[in-house]
């Protein structure tokens, strides 16, 4: 993707990764637009069989819907555990990242980075003057 190597690819202002088996990682990644937006990016990236390289696939996700997201992953989450597999022992997989989740595992990480834009978020717009919808819809349209 043409984006990868642009010059002008965006940094992390804050980033997670969690290791899921011996060749599947998962990075969850805030960044910001030229003006002071902030977003989630959610990057699978899968080691190739064939030791070749990796697998990556990318979802973006934008302020207007980190609520929406982060109670549906929730809900997903809790009735996969309680509903589908009440007696499964999910907390037998948290051994290889002891220390760096909580009891609700991964949904409780992209919670954590929701919760990071939103409050960079909050704080840039406390500082900066409020632009209006037009200019920044313009704004979102260049990066």
Same mark, same amino acid.
């Given at each position: 993707? /043409?984006?990868?190597?642009?010059?002008?690819? $965006?940094?992390?202002?804050?980033?997670?990764?969690?290791?899921?088996? =011996?060749?599947?990682?998962?990075?969850?990644? +805030?960044?910001?637009?030229?003006?002071?937006?902030?977003?989630?990016?959610?990057?699978?990236?899968?080691?190739?069989?064939?030791?070749?390289?990796?697998?990556?696939?990318? +979802?973006?996700?934008? =302020?207007?819907?980190?609520?929406k997201c982060s109670k549906a992953l929730g809900e997903a +989450?809790?009735? +996969?555990?309680?509903?589908? $597999?009440?007696?499964?022992?999910?907390?037998?997989?948290?051994?290889?990242?002891?220390?760096?989740?909580?009891?609700?595992?991964?949904?409780?990480?992209?919670?954590?980075?929701?919760?990071?834009?939103?409050?960079?978020?909050?704080?840039?717009? /406390?500082?900066?003057? /409020?632009?209006?919808?037009? /200019?920044?819809?313009?704004?979102?349209?260049?990066?």
């Amino acid at each position: 993707m /043409a984006y990868e190597n642009n010059d002008k690819k $965006m940094e992390s202002i804050y980033s997670k990764r969690i290791r899921a088996g =011996k060749r599947r990682t998962y990075f969850f990644d +805030v960044r910001a637009t030229r003006g002071n937006d902030y977003y989630l990016t959610i990057t699978e990236s899968r080691k190739r069989f064939d030791d070749n390289g990796y697998d990556r696939h990318k +979802v973006f996700l934008y =302020k207007e819907d980190f609520n929406k997201c982060s109670k549906a992953l929730g809900e997903a +989450v809790d009735y +996969v555990k309680t509903e589908l $597999m009440p007696d499964f022992d999910f907390d037998a997989f948290n051994h290889e990242d002891s220390g760096e989740e909580g009891e609700n595992g991964h949904a409780e990480v992209i919670t954590d980075a929701v919760t990071a834009v939103v409050e960079k978020n909050e704080e840039v717009v /406390a500082q900066t003057p /409020a632009a209006s919808t037009e /200019a920044h819809g313009e704004e979102v349209d260049k990066w």
